[in-house]
């Protein structure tokens, strides 16, 4: 079997390849970034350069119109104040931006001009600029100096607009190596993300058709442990039991007898729950006393088939009296709180230490149970009961065909029943008051001549097992719909009237696999599910049928069901008395319920009422 790597995780290699591609994202910033900064730079002592040369201008031209030469001294020079205060300004302004420029160059050549610049412009200030008066000489030797600081800025933005070439072809150079290692990876991620994604999904897609085209389970063959093969592994091993879900209903139906059946499920049920040992034990016949039939175990066995105690002493009683599974992880303590289990301490002392127990049921009666038992503790939960209930289709015919037979089919079936009215609002035994209304309904029917064709002791007797399975759907039905204490909302009423043709498909699936011994065992039992919702005027679900459209077995259980459901107290509402419910009933005489049958329901009214009372009275016992 191949498993999951992390190290060939496909998240990983992913996290991987963005890691990179956004490293290589960022360096390309931060070297474009870098570069820009340089140009920006360059750019900027440029501009500081001709701002320089400008001041320069300015210097001269306010010397010019400041100072007095010898030869014209007697012209007077109008504003000369305000011209020395800008020429002043000026000198200040250069020498600012020198300092500037100080700051930003980090060339030592281009800084040792800037320095000769400013020794120069120094020796100008000095020497002509704050010299009283002018010649000849001092304006020629003035140009001289301007000159020669004219030559060294332009000999310094010439660097600098070298330097800025070479920084934009630099730039240019490095964004292409980095655009092109960007299209490496991303070409590489569409490569991952080909190869371990879109590949696989096609032909996992193809896998699927192939399959459903043929009808086929086959094994999907997983080669990369990565998490695609995790799913792939993990449906390989959901086709495993299925496909031995189905050899194990195969293999029981080819199996003649019980100690054949019981091996086969020992050995075959370990895919689907943790036991180290199984065993049944049934009721004696006085019902006081339970034995235990057979036991098969990986280890030496303590408690074998001639085990024998009284139900009151035994652990199993209340699963016997409640007719509901049982779970038990931790046998240990359990002894310690019931020291009187006998069979309990012998479990113990065979190593066991948790314990999955359910009821074994004929009709509405319980007649043994099957326990699974674990060498761990805490190894059972509400899953296992779950896959269990899955497998009541297999464990029925297995006991069809073992001692209990076709009774115990039926008994095992309506205790799953019973777990799926478990979860429902339904109040105390529903299952048993509705079906002894149904059967009373049948048998006064047959009394009267009623459908003497149909309505016969067989009948009858389907209707009280059969009519227990009339809800059996509800275990597809979610609990938010199902446990909603108030009134369904329309989507959610959508929802739960599916409950009708699910439970009828599960009968139709159990009745499929006894096709071979050209049985139809479960034929009222369909009819009663998927129709038992039926109004006589047609305005039932899930088909909208009518009239004797209906299956007679339907019609009869509606009238039941509906009689206890009105007779009973549920979260949402409280009980109406059993007259109450009488006339309701006798209301929906020829639209919700069949006239024949509400006529003799309403001649044998009593009967009902003693029954209602004797039901309720029990049920109220066990409280």
């Given amino acids: 079997m191949v498993k999951f790597k992390f190290g060939n995780s496909i998240v990983k290699k992913l996290l991987f390849f963005f890691s990179l591609l956004i490293v290589v994202v960022m360096m390309t910033m931060f070297s474009t970034n870098r570069f820009l900064s340089k140009i920006e730079s360059a750019t900027l002592v440029i501009d500081y350069n001709y701002e320089i040369r400008n001041n320069i201008e300015g210097v001269e031209n306010n010397l010019l119109s400041s100072k007095v030469l010898p030869s014209i001294e007697k012209i007077t020079i109008l504003n000369r104040d305000e011209l020395e205060e800008k020429t002043r300004k000026n000198t200040i302004a250069i020498y600012e931006l020198l300092d500037k420029i100080q700051l930003i160059v ?8 800037y320095r000769y610049i400013r020794e120069d412009y120094e020796s100008l200030e000095e020497n002509i600029i704050n010299a009283k008066e002018y010649d000849g000489n001092t304006i020629n030797l003035y140009k001289r100096y301007k000159e ?3 030559n060294s800025l332009d000999n310094v933005t010439e660097k600098l607009e070298d330097s800025k070439n070479d920084s934009f072809d630099q730039m240019k150079k490095q964004i292409q190596f980095f655009v092109a290692l960007m299209i490496l990876i991303i070409l590489l991620g569409i490569y991952i993300v080909n190869g371990e994604i879109f590949k696989p999904i096609i032909a996992i897609a193809g896998f699927f058709k192939r399959n459903a085209q043929s009808y086929s389970f086959t094994e999907f063959e997983v080669r990369k442990r990565n998490e695609i093969g995790l799913l792939m592994e993990n449906y390989n091993q959901l086709k495993h039991r299925l496909v031995t879900m189905e050899s194990i209903t195969r293999q029981i139906s080819s199996k003649d007898s019980f100690e054949e059946i019981f091996d086969y499920i020992f050995e075959s049920f370990k895919d689907f729950i943790p036991y180290d040992r199984i065993g049944i034990a049934v009721l004696n016949d006085d019902e006081k006393g339970i034995t235990a039939l057979r036991a098969k175990s990986n280890l030496p066995i303590l408690l074998g088939s001639d085990y024998s105690e009284k139900l009151l002493n035994s652990s199993l009683s209340g699963v016997i009296e409640e007719n509901e599974p049982r779970i038990i992880n931790d046998l240990q303590e359990y002894l310690e709180n019931k020291p009187e289990s006998k069979s309990t301490e012998i479990i113990v002392r065979e190593g066991m230490k948790s314990s999955l127990t359910l009821p074994l049921l004929v009709g509405s009666k319980c007649v043994g149970v099957v326990f699974f038992s674990s060498i761990k503790a805490n190894s059972y939960n509400k899953n296992h009961i779950n896959i269990l209930n899955n497998v009541t289709n297999s464990l029925s015919v297995a006991f069809y065909k073992s001692f209990l037979q076709n009774d115990l089919v039926i008994s095992t079936i309506v205790g799953f ?9 339904e109040t105390g035994d529903h299952l048993g008051r509705m079906s002894q209304y149904s059967v009373l309904i049948a048998e006064l029917m047959s009394s009267e001549g009623l459908y003497r064709g149909i309505i016969n002791e067989e009948f009858i007797k389907q209707i009280g097992v059969y009519s227990q399975l009339h809800d059996i759907g509800k275990v597809g039905i979610s609990d938010k719909v199902l446990l909603k204490p108030g009134k369904l909302t329309r989507e959610e009423f959508e929802d739960m009237k599916r409950h009708t043709l699910i439970g009828a498909g599960i009968l139709e699936n159990m009745n499929s696999k006894l096709k071979s011994y050209n049985k139809q065992y479960y034929k009222l039992g369909i009819d009663i599910t998927k129709y038992h919702h039926e109004k006589y005027d047609g305005s039932g679900y899930p088909e909208g049928i009518s009239g004797e459209e ?10 039941g069901d509906v009689l206890d459901a009105l007779s ?18 006798i209301e929906g005489r020829g639209n919700h319920f069949d006239p024949q049958i509400v006529d003799v329901f309403v001649k044998y009214q009593n009967k009902f009422i003693e029954l209602h009372n004797y039901l309720w009275a029990k049920e109220n016992f066990k409280k």
């Fill in 550 to 559: 209906i299956p007679l077995a339907a019609r009869i259980v509606a009238l």
């Fill in 106 to 113: 980090d060339d030592k050549e281009i800084l040792d001009q």
């Fill in 148 to 150: 020669v600081i004219y």
């Fill in 568 to 585: 009973s107290p549920r979260p949402y509402k409280k009980a109406f008395s059993i007259e109450k419910s009488i006339e309701i009933i």
């Fill in 417 to 425: 029943a019973k777990l799926v009215e478990s979860k429902d609002n």
